[in-house]
């Protein structure tokens, strides 16, 4: 073999060499990394039909999964449901196409994604606010993302009632639910009871819109002056975008509002008083990131004050120091334990 013949020769021996050893990972996209199996992670989320955009949960949702994209160059699809019988065509899309771990968002959710994990065993789901052991038929691919909403929420029930001692007249304040459902009442039964331990003789009105959708604001805006019609001065908001509403109803009466799940102080800094946070993009991500690692284990993962899962988002600049301070104590009383037992329903 003459010497240019040869030198080629020893060319492709070296390419079919580098072909067959090293990683075997497939190739990810630029910044991106690789599942066990050697592809691209990919993540599903399928909000309800509140939409990304309800200043709230599914917002907060859609936050952790571009996380994901931006952290760990996940390839991520949103699908988006008009209505509720779109939950499960698009949670059976997703495992179909053979995504790494395929995100809902919220308790209206149950029923589609329990149904659907039975259906694909070999894809891992995850729901936001959903107790796995409650799942019909209890698949187990699912990592159901809880939170001590009672927490957060005895800490505006405190403020509330703090700030509305200050005021003259009957000591009233209001709480307004999209539905009577586990995760909306943990946050409502906690407010009740802060409000009570910082003013025992105030009254707490309790309203629900019962919107499915948790999108129909004039319904929640109609609770919410009933309950300020009724004497109320502050309203809590626990009902994702309908909850806008009584947002909109305290702005119209000129009292105070609180948020929910999300820091929503932006949407009317003058009466927004605070808003009782949940971290669901931490959550969300937190999943995904298990995914990534190889230490995604189904059952149920809550956080609560200590991890910083939930808190107050901003207190408005008009509330005294003092106040605030009280609430500071009364936070760390429940993280160290000494406040405990919280109720976690409304009866």
């Known amino acids: 073999m003459n010497k240019p013949l040869a030198l080629l020769a020893v060319l492709l021996l070296a390419l079919v060499a580098a072909g067959c050893g090293g990683s075997s990972k497939k190739s990810a996209p630029s910044g991106g990394t690789t599942t066990s199996s050697g592809s691209a992670l990919r993540i599903g989320f399928v909000p309800d039909v509140s939409g990304i955009n309800d200043h709230g949960f599914n917002h907060l949702a859609y936050v952790g999964v571009q996380r994901a994209k931006s952290e760990l160059g996940a390839m991520v699809r949103v699908l988006p449901t008009n209505a509720a019988s779109d939950y499960a065509p698009n ?3 997703l495992a179909q196409q053979g995504y790494d771990l395929i995100v809902g968002a919220g308790y209206t959710q149950i029923s589609a994604i329990a149904s659907t994990a039975k259906k694909f065993p070999d894809r891992r789901f995850s729901i936001v606010d959903v107790d796995v052991n409650t799942l019909p038929g209890k698949p187990k691919n699912v990592v159901g993302m809880l939170f ?3 927490e957060v929420g005895y800490l505006a029930g405190y403020l509330a009632a703090l700030e509305e001692k200050r005021q003259a007249g009957a000591d009233v304040i209001g709480a307004v639910g999209g539905e009577k459902q586990p995760p909306i009442d943990r946050f409502i039964a906690g407010y009740r009871a802060g409000a ?3 003013d025992p003789g105030i009254k707490v009105l309790i309203g629900y819109a019962n919107d499915p959708t948790f999108a129909d604001q004039a319904k929640c805006k109609e609770v919410a002056l009933n309950q300020i019609a009724s ?3 502050v309203e809590f908001q626990v009902a994702g975008g309908c909850g ?3 947002i909109s109803a305290a702005k119209e009466r000129k009292v105070w509002a609180i948020g929910v799940d999300a820091d929503q102080a932006y949407l009317d800094p003058q009466h927004i008083l605070t ?3 949940k971290r669901v993009d931490v959550a969300v991500f937190t999943t995904i990131e298990s995914v990534d690692k190889g230490t995604y284990k189904a ?5 609560g004050l200590a991890d910083n899962g939930v808190g107050l988002g901003k207190i408005n600049a008009r509330v005294p120091q003092s106040e605030i301070a009280k609430v500071d104590k009364i936070r760390q009383q429940i993280v160290s334990g000494k406040i405990k037992n919280i109720p976690t329903t409304v009866k």
């Not at 059952?299 to 956080?303: C, I, L, P, S, V």
């Open 91 to 93: 949670f059976a899309l």
């Open 299 to 303: 059952g149920n993962a809550t956080y």
């Open 275 to 277: 808003s009782a946070t």
């Open 196 to 198: 009570n331990a910082a």
């Open 244 to 246: 806008l509403g009584v």
């Open 148 to 150: 001590r909403e009672q």
């Open 231 to 233: 004497g109320s001065g």
